[in-house]
Each structure stands twice: as C-alpha cells, then as structure tokens.
C-alpha cells in the first residue's frame, strides 16, 4: 500500500508541472502579461497560484530581494531544482518584470 501512496503523491505533484488549460484560467483577469505567463504555465505548479510556494519557494515579496535583471537571469538559466528556460526569453522577460513588482 505504500509504494500505491508514493505513486499517488507524484503524480499530484507533476500534475501541477504542465500547462494549465482549464476554462478558469481563460476567464481570469490578468494585471500584466508577466502574471498572465506566470499562471498559465507551470510557474504556478511550483511557486503556488498566489506565489505562497509548494515544491518551490515562495515569490511573495520577491522584488524586494532580487531585482528584475536577477529574476530574469534565474527564469533563463534555472536555479537549483528549477530548469533552465520554462519559458522563452521574451515570456521571461515578461514574468521577471511583473515578479520584481511584487514587493
């Protein structure tokens, strides 16, 4: 029965890891093109819908602590168990400005 648990637990958590296509998403208002990147890709599966965090750190405040240039670098080049370009460097970009907003 443990190895059923395991196995139910990963997928949850790789479920949250693709591309969000359900009509929520479509009909939610977006402040920017970043936030509208951020919570249609799998950023949200990671850093949590609200930036609260889940399997990756919370990105509350996080334009407090890292500017624009550093976050774009850390979309681009991954940091940790984050990959390298998620998203393209525009999208990246995009996401890196909307991110050093949130202070």
């Known amino acids: 029965m443990g190895i059923i648990s395991i196995v139910a637990a990963s997928s949850l958590v790789f ?4 591309n969000s ?15 509208k990147i ?22 509350k405040n996080v334009g ?5 240039q550093d976050i774009e670098k850390i979309i681009n080049e991954g940091k940790g168990s ?3 370009k998620v998203v393209d460097e525009k999208e990246a970009k995009e996401v890196a400005k909307w991110l050093a907003e949130q202070k």
Do not use: I, R, T, W
Request: aromatic content about 4%.
């Open 38 to 59: 951020f919570k249609n890709n799998s950023c949200v599966g990671c850093h949590g819908k609200d930036l609260e965090g889940a399997s990756g750190p919370s990105l």
């Open 15 to 18: 479920a949250g890891c693709g």
């Open 21 to 35: 296509s359900s009509d929520e998403s479509k009909s939610e208002e977006y402040s920017s093109q970043g936030e």
């Open 64 to 68: 407090s602590k890292l500017s624009e």
């Open 82 to 84: 984050m990959p390298s």
